[in-house]
């Protein structure tokens, strides 16, 4: 059957009016970059999280990678993250000279599980970095209570710094991720595919003073322009110091702009994709050979993903298979994640297959089938009848 409807992907942005004039009023005035959009967009971004500052990056990874390093992590210094994430999770450490050190999950929900993080958490742990795996908060508490303890051990401070990139809008314990009641930081992604996007995009957002402070000095060259905060005193109006080894991974005005603009509309995305994920739940019970991934109590869910687990065998077909048939009918899918610890570059600092069973075993089992707020009614049920054909073809 050749499908004449549109194509849907795993995942795509709602640009809409309003957004394309916010930016094209950018585009007018004559700040493009380093100008106030960068902190109207931090101050709103702040109070929708509910943290004292969100410092703006050039896209998620390097947000993670100034997180870290304002973190102080360096040579010699470990940290944990779960294996069933985008690689960028184990990578920003790395950056820094740190040695991620991977954990596995949950086996229902697929974020880091406090048990393994318990396991592998040791004395020359410096953070740990949960991943809200499609949304689903992980379980911060018993993370948390883990880290304590381990700090009680070992001596020193272990920053939690979360990777957020799927969990803008959602909620653990009544709180919204980024407020900071459990994490030091939390870092957000504004890629097309995440809730809201500046094209690329990322955030930390902290209650930390003096960790805003580093993250603003590493994004932009460890220039310190401020006179009155100057370690020399100025001798003019051209003076600045560089304190630190910076980058340049500021994100402009124009994308502010458009993450101003796309915040406003937030909570009706999250909304939508509430529903569709519950039109799903609904559509996908009675199916044979396929679920939901499953999720945690004490948390409401964001839903960047909406990942099933299928049984490949007992449906008789490869998930290659099922992925081009289900595009044949115009569903897109995607595999969230490969494990980071199997990707040749991992295998060669010493992790191997069998690291981590239920990360692996999950892995084996998951598709991410389309979820966006532009999803109608029709396409949800559209999804769902086009699984069905494929899962029960055999
Ligand atoms: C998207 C994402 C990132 C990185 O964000 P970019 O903005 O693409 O650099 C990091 N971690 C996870 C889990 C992500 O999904």
């Known amino acids: 059957m050749k499908h004449e409807r549109p194509f849907l992907p795993y995942g795509r942005q709602d640009i809409d009016e309003d957004d394309i004039a916010a930016v094209v009023s950018v585009l007018r005035s004559n700040f493009l970059t380093q100008g106030p959009e960068v902190d109207a967009f931090e101050s709103a971004l702040a109070t929708v999280v509910g943290a004292k500052h969100v410092v703006a990056f050039a896209n998620g990874t390097a947000a993670l990678y ?49 048990e393994a993080l318990a396991r592998v958490i040791g004395p020359k742990t410096r953070a740990v970095i949960p991943v809200h795996y499609a949304g689903q ?37 009544g709180e919204p991720i980024g407020s900071g009641r459990f994490g030091a930081m939390a870092m957000f992604s504004f890629h097309p595919v995440k809730h809201i996007t500046t094209g ?65 509309r937030l909570s009706a995305f999250l909304e939508r994709r509430r529903a569709i994920a519950a039109q799903y739940d609904r559509l996908f019970a009675d199916v044979p050979h396929v679920r939901p991934l499953g999720r945690l109590p004490e948390s409401e869910h964001a839903f960047h993903l909406y990942v099933l687990r299928l049984d490949f065998a007992a449906i008789g077909a490869t998930r290659a298979e099922v992925m081009k048939a289900l595009a044949e009918l115009g569903v897109g899918t995607q595999v969230h994640y490969i494990p980071v610890h199997r990707h040749p570059f991992y295998e060669r600092e ?23 707020p532009t999803l109608t009614d029709d396409d949800v049920a559209r999804v769902a009848s086009a699984v069905r054909t494929v899962v029960g073809r055999g």
């Open 66 to 114: 100034g997180a870290c390093f304002a973190a102080g992590l360096g040579p010699g210094d470990e940290v944990v993250t779960p294996t069933l994430t985008f690689a960028a999770s184990a990578n920003a450490p790395r950056y820094c000279g740190a040695r991620p050190v991977f954990a596995d999950v949950e086996p229902s929900a697929g974020t880091l599980s406090p």
């Open 200 to 264: 690329e995009g990322g955030a930390i957002a902290t209650n930390d003073d003096g960790l805003a402070d580093t993250m603003r000095l590493f994004r932009s060259h460890g220039l310190v322009k401020d006179p009155r905060r100057t370690e020399r005193p100025s001798p003019g109006p051209w003076y600045m110091e560089q304190v630190l080894l910076g980058q340049n991974f500021r994100l402009t005005d124009m994308q502010c702009a458009l993450g101003r603009s796309q915040l406003r």
């Open 350 to 372: 010493g992790w191997k297959a069998g690291d981590f069973p239920v990360a692996e075993a999950l892995y084996e089992e998951l598709l991410s089938i389309p979820m966006y």
């Open 137 to 173: 908060p992980a379980d911060l508490a018993a993370i948390a209570e883990v880290v304590r303890d381990a700090e009680r051990r070992f001596g020193g401070t272990i920053r939690i710094i979360e990777d957020a990139a799927h969990a803008l809008g959602a909620t653990y314990r």
